[in-house]
């Protein structure tokens, strides 16, 4: 929700929703501090608010916890890209499917994420890996 209200120009009502976010996120990891899903949504949020350098460190450790799960480096890959460390994301994307990649194409915050020539090839490789895999079968 607060996408959508930063996109309209809602900025503050944004701010409010990011927040909650952030507390909900919080709550769980105080319950479990390795969930590290609830890292990379506390992650974004803080990225949000204005807090870069820990949102992506938070972010990356996220991914560390959990480097298969899709949700995570979702949330991690918004993280890095909305504070500036689009460079981190492209290792945690190698091995990515075709279909999370083209996912993440559908995501308006990563535009500019997935047009970068290096995502481009990371989704033409995984695309040519998976005509690949169905050819075999």
């Avoid at 460079?87 to 190698?94: A, I």
């Avoid at 990371?122 to 005509?131: W, Y």
């Amino acid at each position: 929700l607060g996408n959508a209200l930063q996109s309209v120009g809602r900025t503050r009502e944004a701010r409010v929703h990011w927040q909650a976010a952030g507390d909900v996120a919080r709550a769980a990891l105080r319950r479990n501090a390795r969930d590290a899903a609830a890292r990379a949504r506390l992650a974004y949020s803080m990225a949000r608010l204005g807090d870069a350098n820990l949102a992506a460190d938070e972010a990356l450790q996220a991914a560390q916890l959990a480097p298969s799960d899709y949700a995570v480096i979702f949330w991690v890959a918004m993280t890095l890209e909305n504070t500036g460390r689009r460079d981190e994301v492209f290792p945690l994307l190698e091995g990515a499917t075709a279909e999370r990649l083209r996912d993440l194409r559908r995501q308006p915050d990563l535009k500019n994420l997935t047009e970068d020539s290096r995502f481009v090839s990371l989704l033409q490789e995984a695309e040519k890996a998976q005509l690949n895999s169905s050819q075999r079968k």
